[in-house]
């Protein structure tokens, strides 16, 4: 049997950080500059928070939701 939880991924252009975020992971908030860093840190995590808060041993699969919205400011 495995749980299936979705990994919200979302670029923060003001401070330049991934930040990773699950509504299927309690307490899952972490940041990095590197979106593969943070990703493999995001799978560690998960793991042992569904572990301490839910009691949860056993297979993971996950669902990746990665969003980055830029903007150009014109000069002249």
């Given at each position: 049997?495995?749980?299936?939880?979705?990994?919200?991924?979302?670029?923060?252009?003001?401070?330049?950080?991934?930040?990773?975020?699950?509504?299927?992971?309690?307490?899952l908030a972490l940041e990095d500059?590197?979106?593969?860093?943070?990703?493999?840190?995001?799978?560690?995590?998960?793991?042992?928070?569904?572990?301490?808060?839910c009691g949860y041993i056993g297979?993971?699969?996950?669902?990746?939701?990665?969003?980055?919205a830029e903007r150009l400011i014109?000069?002249?």
């Amino acid at each position: 049997m495995s749980k299936t939880c979705k990994i919200n991924f979302m670029w923060d252009n003001e401070v330049f950080v991934w930040i990773a975020t699950s509504e299927d992971v309690p307490g899952l908030a972490l940041e990095d500059g590197s979106l593969d860093r943070l990703i493999f840190r995001a799978k560690l995590a998960t793991q042992e928070l569904l572990e301490l808060n839910c009691g949860y041993i056993g297979n993971i699969d996950f669902e990746f939701e990665m969003s980055r919205a830029e903007r150009l400011i014109a000069i002249g």
